[in-house]
């Protein structure tokens, strides 16, 4: 089969063609790191790649299926990692200079959950400097795929440029206020931030421990459910992960969301959208509700207190993570990093009591709203992919509260309330950039969000390269 044929498969097209011996997982490596070769020098994805670790992973993947011991859908599969989550033996940056030697004596568990699965560790993605704030001037910019004159978004950016340009299959990425659907909004790809509690966190370096998640990023739904169903599950070592029986996401995937209820906010998540993000989402709504959703209009309670919340708790929570760090190592910290976290030196109990009491009301008006419909239907991304550099940052805000809050702005209610999200490529705009739709649902229901997320891609195959 054609290198340019292989790369463009999703997860579940090469499991199969694996597990009926038609390839090798060699054969997937040495595609993936040609792919490597021949993009990663314009897109700069990566900060690490593992080539002949990658290949020697792949021989004894293929001599464990040979022998009868296929591990499933992952089995052989390249994945790559944000360089924020510990690999044993392997330099985890975190995209910083700070870090910029570490080299684990662990594995993050979603790592140890990806190496029991078969999966085959390609390489250490690119990210922005500790999953905080952009840009980057210690490894450069990651650009985006589908113009590389555009910014990937952030913070999980090499992970969603690489599946956009073909360079993995899928990856895990981590998101605190946007930071999976982000790059996958922008990137045209899936990325999918699970339920607060589903999938282990450690050995993933925190940047805000309770609006922290890491999650799967893939080309298609079903490849994120099966990337899902390897990471999920309680763990001693995160003691927010909750002890909750792991459905089988894939087999979720039924076609059918007749009867379903879907609920499309008309306060705080279309405000300041790009006219062409609106239409578009808008329009996918239809498609949706073509399919037998019931759609409603709903209002999301205390939407003046979201992000004010969220800046609140990220900024004191991040303040705490690298305090430390900064009184060791100040210099080595990015000027845009260090206008970041140091605010958060001056939160006082009393603000940031306040905000976590708005987030609990936050919370509880969203469990209100979710006891009425299945699923919220909201933009992913405000707007598409700006323009790398200041100018482009520029447009997002002159502040880094602004830039965040722009960022952030449909995201960041659901790291508050913790309730599983996922974005789904849903058009392409003028100037052929892509926008995605996010579909929001109840806590520890990810089988309704991907099932609905599902058949709108079967419905409207996204746009690829």
């Known amino acids: 089969m054609a290198t340019q044929d292989l790369i463009r498969m999703s997860i579940a097209q090469v499991s199969d063609l694996i597990a ?12 993936t790191l040609a792919r490597i070769d021949e993009m990663d020098g314009t897109i700069n994805s990566y900060i690490t790649v593992l080539g002949e670790a990658a290949r020697q992973a792949a021989v004894e993947a293929e001599r464990s299926i040979s022998a009868g011991q296929y591990l499933g859908p992952l089995h052989g599969v390249p994945i790559g990692l944000k360089d924020i989550i510990a690999t044993n033996d392997v330099l985890t940056t975190c995209g910083s200079r700070v870090l910029g030697d570490w080299v684990p004596d662990h594995d993050a568990t979603v790592t140890q959950r990806l190496a029991a699965a078969g999966a085959v560790i390609v390489g250490k993605q690119h990210c922005y400097e500790f999953a905080c704030a952009p840009p980057n001037p210690h490894y450069g910019p990651t650009r985006n795929p589908w113009d590389t004159g555009r910014d990937t978004g ?15 299959y899928g990856g895990i990425g981590s ?11 922008v990137c045209g790809v899936v990325g999918l931030k699970q339920t607060y509690g589903r999938a282990s966190r450690h050995g993933v370096f925190p940047l805000s421990w309770s609006l922290d998640h890491a999650g799967p990023m893939a080309r298609t739904v079903e490849d994120a459910a099966i990337i899902l169903q390897a990471i999920a599950g309680h763990d001693p070592n995160d003691p927010s992960t909750v002890d909750l029986p792991v459905p089988d996401f ?70 705490a993570v690298h305090a430390k760090l900064i009184r060791e190592k100040g210099p080595d910290y990015s000027q845009a990093v260090l206008d970041t976290v140091g605010p958060g030196a001056f939160i006082t109990s009393g603000a940031l009591l306040k905000a976590q009491q708005a987030r609990t009301l936050i919370t509880k008006g969203m469990n209100e709203v979710l006891q009425n419909v299945d699923v919220l239907l909201t933009p992913a991304v405000p707007m598409v992919a700006w323009p790398l550099g200041n100018e482009g940052m520029r447009d997002l805000g002159n502040t880094v509260v602004e830039v965040f809050n722009r960022l952030a702005y ?22 052929g950039l892509p926008i995605g739709l996010q579909i929001s649902g109840r806590a520890f229901d990810e089988e309704t969000v ?7 891609e079967q419905l409207e195959p996204p746009p690829r390269l």
């Open 154 to 168: 952030g913070s999980s950016s090499g992970t969603g440029a690489a599946i956009a340009a073909y360079m993995c």
């Open 20 to 31: 009926s011996a038609q390839i090798s997982p060699l054969d997937l490596v040495d595609a």
């Open 250 to 319: 894939r087999r979720a995937l039924t076609g059918d969301v007749k009867g379903l209820r879907a609920g499309v906010p008309i306060n705080y998540f279309f405000d300041d959208v790009q006219p062409e993000v609106e239409q578009s989402v808008r329009q996918a709504i239809k498609v949706l509700e073509g399919a037998g959703i019931s759609v409603e209009e709903v209002t999301i309670p205390h939407g003046e207190y979201i992000m004010p919340a969220w800046w609140t708790i990220f900024s004191a929570e991040t303040a």
């Open 410 to 431: 449909t995201m960041a209610v659901f790291n508050l309330t913790g309730h599983p999200a996922i974005s789904v490529p849903c058009g392409l705009s003028a100037e």
């Open 450 to 456: 991907l099932r609905v997320a599902h058949v709108y």
């Open 175 to 185: 998101d605190t206020g946007g930071s999976i659907r982000i790059p996958a909004g």
